[in-house]
């Protein structure tokens, strides 16, 4: 499928008048609109809910929004937990998916009434020390081994630091029951970035029918089933984006074939999906400032691997459009690289683009999740701001970009830089 930029040139020369480049901005009708779909597939089961994964993109003002949308947050840190609290989310609008849990974040996240979802059996007994075991509890599932959903789309939980294995998921159940937990999920997160319109309903049905043995050899009731996130978006043209109302309609087929005639109709469905609900929804806008021509052509832009880390660690495809040279042939060859000194700094390589002039605006396709979140400081190069683009076509600003005053405040107890 083509990949269409939600901004042109035009709109890009007017912002930059205000905010320079690099940024990020997110298309907020487009993922209204997506977030209104998600809860549209699953309106068939009465205690579905989308816990927006907060560590995607912790932007506040994209999750105020996704809040009046209906979604949950998912947290698995204190400073997520912050966010959550400080945006109004209580009770079953958390989700806290931790792992390696430090000190007090369970706690916190038990003050706001969230859900807890236990990723280990040792951490039974640390709750418990830290607040004492809630009414409600969830545990993370990790079967081991490959999993395969179709034809080429795998993952490897059994390389996975995630989660407990069956065994494990029995006597954490046997020992929060006896414990006085009334209510119990079930958690797992078996593939990532999966462009499939199978590997919901197929997770699904291996977690239903987990749920079903565990409900009869435990005595528990199963409250709900978190099938976590994992549901991809085509970041290559040559992708085809997932459908989520199949989706839903997959994963309410196994509902009515195995929980329903267990009995178990009441069990809701939760999801934790992160890449889906803003990755094609953000981009990252940046300009061509060098050109070098030695043993490759290399393009050198304003932004660098601090502002999308995907490509320089997962070597991950980022689609990128010339702005206003959208149908000029792609006769020229390129790697588009950042200043960072390391060479993994390359936003494309080998990549087929028109040829790309000076200050010429990029726009780097499907950053809105997993994108300005991972951005760190390495270089001295600094996060850039963050821009939303109004139902309306306003531009507004909600994250300014990082000043050396940033970068140097961790240093405000001494008066060594004055
Ligand atoms: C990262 C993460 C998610 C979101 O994953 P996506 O691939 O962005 O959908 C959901 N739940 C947990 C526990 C995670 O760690």
Known sequence: MEKKPFVTLEQVEEIVKDYPTPFHI?????????????????????????YFAVKAEPNPFIIKLLKEAGCGVDCSSYTE???????????????????????????????????????DITHIEFLEEECGIPETVSCRYNPGGVYEVCNGIMDNPGDAKFGMTYHQMVEAFNILKEKGVKNFGIHAFLASNTVTNEYYPMLARDIFKLAVELQYQCGVHIGFVNLSGGVGIPYSPDQEPNDIMEIGEGVRKAYEEILTPAGMGDVAIYTEMGRFMMGPYGALITKAIHEKHIYREYIGVDATAANLMRPAIYDSYHHITVLGKENEKANHVYDVVGSLCENNDKFAVDRRLPKIDMGDYLYIHDTGAHGFAMGYNYNGRLRSAELLLREDGSVELIRRAETPDDYFATFDFSDILK
């Open 81 to 119: 937990l912050m966010i959550a609290d400080k945006l109004g989310f209580r009770d079953d609008e958390i989700m806290f998916s931790s792992n390696d849990t430090p000190e007090g974040e369970f706690k916190y996240a038990n003050d706001l009434g969230g859900i807890i979802n236990l990723d």
């Open 26 to 50: 997110y298309d907020e009708k487009a993922f209204m609109e997506n977030a209104r779909k998600v809860n549209e597939a699953f309106a068939w089961n009465k205690g579905f809910r989308e």
